[in-house]
């Protein structure tokens, strides 16, 4: 090992193709879809899927690699498929971030699958991503009375000891694709929803898990869909169960309570491995944006002077190369996050870091250059402002940015929930 | 491939220099500072690690390979230590590394043994001026060819070591682009100032001001000979050296503030555990952090002649004076009114930070 930078070829190539599929199927239509909120960009889905699937897979995410050794089967994911997911997604975002959270593929439902479920489990749910139609699956933590504090949720599951079938009933809120998991669309597949609930409410944290809940299941229902600053192409859903039945087996992680926490544990693990993505996603945003204004300026017979003192610059100089610091770096965390999960090494810290940072650059980059390009930053005609609230969200899900200081304040502190809250 | 590890070498030396900068560095800094004095045994001591010395070939007496980024590793552990300590043990690399660089064969067989062979010996280098706008790339000390020699005029300012210095590594516009010129202790119409620099830190290191009156050099000493050289791979390794530094000074005061802070009791809690507090420690991080990839990334791409190389030290350093200054104040305001009393070092460590704005020239990698 050594300290490197090189972008991997592998790397470069995806990036290369996606950068073509963001100009041609996502930046055309960006703004059609802003302005039409809740439509759906078909289009982009079908083809995102079909390009998926010619490739071996479903979805973005890491493919597991079945090696056989030894006559067992082991998995293996090769040691850059963190790096090239998040490298996708920064490209795929930088086209339009709205689109690319209605790439299908699980996201972080499957997400959640992927790293509290058991390996059936995981070959259960997750094997239909790679099949003929498009599909979708959500996570659903999120109440009404719970955001930041998690362990706040009310949605409860009981066992059913007759039928052993978990009886669930609460209301969730901001399910990110919660439509397209759920209802019955004719161009997608049979997805699923990951609801978090409560199987021992006097256990707090101990006694949240997570259940598969599939798509039509008889007593839940999406009730809403927001309407918001930004991200408009995707859907953002409210899902209510009422004495929904879902099967012994859908529950992900065990179904007993312990003292430990290993129920939440198992959420927490999610956002480790997704924290450096959603950084990742707003710095596609953020990037859009800083090449936006730098266009425009360069077209205007603008030049960014590198290299001078601060008291030679003009502001505009200061404002651009501020954002490219603040970019670059902001990126550079998300690589280190993500390098390190796909060298197993505990990422908690760099992972809730890189959140931290993007969330913070993204939201001022993109709030500089609606002022540097002022009339044009702000006008509808381009693109720009919608970046602007598009970009907004980097620093409210997968923890706002008050929760990832916290954790990396009780990380760097070695302070526990308790001691700081 | 990315990666994030230093590689085995790295990781030794740059162990050795941490024990160093914590042992030695860090124990002597408050008293240095106080007293304007770095005690001798203390640079020779870091000089027997052969951070330098690992830097230069055998060819020219070294015993190593030089690269950039085990410069920033190594720069960012002894400016942990302390900065003013750093500087000095380092400012011989102000001479030598340049003329590694971009030197002639000449230049190099006769200047970096020298250095390099003996116990730690002032040689030095000037870049800065003493202007409100000081730019590296449009100095106001001036070279001209006269007569098959060049004239050099000019005044520079901070110039570590320069009243003892063998000879003074000096940079001057040559037909409106930086180049250096080698100038020996003795040459006539240089002049030091008698009195050191006085500035808001780094009392423990001499800095001088330097006057050249028509110092004549000859062809030769002019760095890479008569066809000169390129200053941008220099002032970028000037830059990335300062961008080091500014992380390195920026992690002891986060470190510090951070163990007072979960020492210290408010309102019957430590004040760590208010989020005041946690969160400017976990910004402090952060920003820490992002500062340190971006130089290591810049370093990298100058050793392995990347594009945009040159720019991205321009970056680093921009963004490090930035973040060393955010980070040291907070470090003060952690301590509160302990923090502003000089015998905690966050006060330092402060005024330090609001150095690495117009010091790069002080160290190289
Ligand atoms: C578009 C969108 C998509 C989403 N997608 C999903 C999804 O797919 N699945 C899902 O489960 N959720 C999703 N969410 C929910 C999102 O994760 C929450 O909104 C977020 O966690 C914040 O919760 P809250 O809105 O209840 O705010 P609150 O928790 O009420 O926070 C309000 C403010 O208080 C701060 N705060 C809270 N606690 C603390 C503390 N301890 N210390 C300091 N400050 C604190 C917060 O940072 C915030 O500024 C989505 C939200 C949006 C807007």
Redesign the pocket.
């Known amino acids: 090992m050594s300290i490197e930078f090189e972008t991997p070829k592998p790397i470069a190539q995806i990036q290369f193709v996606l950068k073509t599929v963001a100009e041609n199927m996502m930046r055309s239509q960006s703004r059609a879809f802003d302005e039409n909120e809740h439509e759906i960009p078909f289009s982009y889905i079908e083809f995102m899927h079909t390009a998926m699937r010619s490739m071996g897979g479903g979805s973005l995410a890491p493919k597991e690699e079945k090696q056989k050794e030894g006559g067992e089967l082991k998995e293996k994911r090769p040691p850059i498929a963190y790096q090239s997911l998040a490298a996708q997604i920064e490209m795929l975002s930088w086209g339009d971030v709205g689109f690319y959270l209605v790439t299908p593929g699980g996201g972080?439902g499957a997400a959640a699958v992927q790293s509290a479920g058991s390996a059936e489990q995981r070959a259960k749910f997750l094997a239909r991503f790679a099949e003929e139609k498009p599909t979708f699956a959500?996570?659903?933590?999120?109440e009404a009375g719970a955001?930041?504090?998690t362990s706040a949720i009310r949605t409860r599951a009981v066992l059913d000891e007759a039928t052993k079938e978990w009886v669930i009933n609460g209301e969730k809120i901001?399910?990110?694709g919660g439509d397209k998991s759920f209802k019955e669309y004719e161009q997608f597949g049979k997805g699923f929803v990951v609801v978090w609930a409560s199987i021992d409410p006097t256990a707090g944290r101990s006694g949240m898990r997570a259940f598969v809940v599939e798509a039509g299941t008889k007593g839940v229902s999406v009730t809403k869909l927001e309407h918001?600053l930004g991200?408009r192409a995707s859907d953002?859903a409210s899902i209510v169960l009422v004495d929904a039945r879902v099967p012994y087996d859908n529950i992900l992680g065990s179904p007993t309570v312990e003292k430990t926490t290993t129920g939440f544990k198992g959420a927490m693990a999610t956002f480790d491995a997704t924290r450096p993505l959603v950084a990742a996603s707003g710095i596609g945003v953020a990037r859009a944006a800083v090449e936006y204004v730098k266009e425009q300026l360069a077209e205007k017979g603008v030049e960014i002077r590198y290299g001078l003192p601060r008291q030679k610059m003009t502001s505009i100089e200061r404002d651009v190369i501020e954002m490219e610091i603040q970019l670059r770096s902001a990126w550079l965390m998300v690589l280190k996050a993500v390098w390190m999960a796909d060298n197993k090494k505990p990422n908690a810290l760099e992972s809730s870091m890189s959140k931290v940072k993007s969330g913070d650059v993204v939201t001022k980059i993109t709030q500089k250059a609606v002022e540097i390009m002022g009339p044009l930053g702000y006008s509808r005609e381009f693109l720009l402002e919608k970046w602007f609230r598009d970009a907004k969200?980097t620093d409210?899900?997968?923890?706002?940015?008050?929760?990832n200081r916290?954790v990396v304040a009780r990380q760097i502190l070695g302070y526990s929930g308790k001691e700081l809250? | 491939m990315y990666s994030f590890e230093p590689n085995e070498e790295q990781k030794m030396l740059v162990d050795a220099i941490g024990k160093y900068a914590q042992n030695d560095l860090r124990l002597a800094a408050h008293d240095a500072e106080e007293s304007c004095m770095l005690p001798k045994k203390l640079i020779s001591k870091g000089w027997e690690i052969g951070l330098l010395q690992a830097s230069i070939p055998e060819a020219y007496s070294g015993f190593g390979d030089r690269s950039a980024v085990t410069g920033v590793l190594a720069v960012e552990e002894l400016a942990f230590g302390d900065l003013a300590g750093m500087l000095a043990l380092m400012t011989p690399s102000l001479f030598a590394t340049p003329i590694l660089l971009a030197g002639s064969e000449e230049q190099k067989k006769e200047f970096l043994p020298k250095v390099i062979e003996g116990d730690w010996a002032p040689y030095t280098a000037a870049l800065i001026e003493y202007a409100y706008d000081f730019d590296a790339n449009d100095l106001l000390t001036t070279a001209i060819v006269e007569g098959g020699d060049y004239i050099i005029s000019g005044e520079k300012a901070f110039v570590p070591y320069a009243k003892d210095a063998e000879a003074i590594l000096v940079y001057a516009n040559f037909e409106g682009s930086t180049q250096g010129f080698i100038v020996p202790k003795d040459a006539a119409g240089l002049s030091v100032s008698d009195d050191r620099e006085k500035l808001m830190s780094l009392n423990a290191l001499p800095l001088y001001r330097v006057k050249l009156d028509c110092v004549k050099v000859p062809v030769s000493n002019r760095l890479g000979g008569e066809g000169g050289h390129d200053f941008d791979f220099i002032l970028a390794s000037l830059r990335i050296a300062s961008a080091a530094a500014a992380v390195g000074v920026a992690k002891a005061s986060f470190e510090y503030s951070m163990n007072y802070a979960k020492d210290r009791d408010v309102f019957g809690v430590k004040v760590a555990q208010k989020?005041a507090i946690a969160f400017m420690l976990a910004e402090m991080a952060t920003e820490i952090e992002a500062i340190r990839l971006l130089t290591w990334e810049a370093a990298w791409k100058l050793d392995t002649g990347k594009e945009g190389a040159i720019k991205d030290a321009f970056l680093a350093v921009t963004g490090a004076a930035d973040m060393v200054m955010m980070v040291t104040d907070r470090g003060v305001q952690i301590l509160g009114g302990h923090g502003y009393i000089r015998e905690h070092p966050v006060e330092m460590w402060m005024r330090n930070g609001r150095g690495f704005a117009m010091l790069t020239g002080l160290a190289i990698v």
């Open positions: 972080l959500a996570m659903c933590m999120t955001g930041s504090d901001f399910v990110t918001k991200i953002t969200i409210i899900y997968e923890g706002t940015g008050q929760i916290l809250r | 989020q």
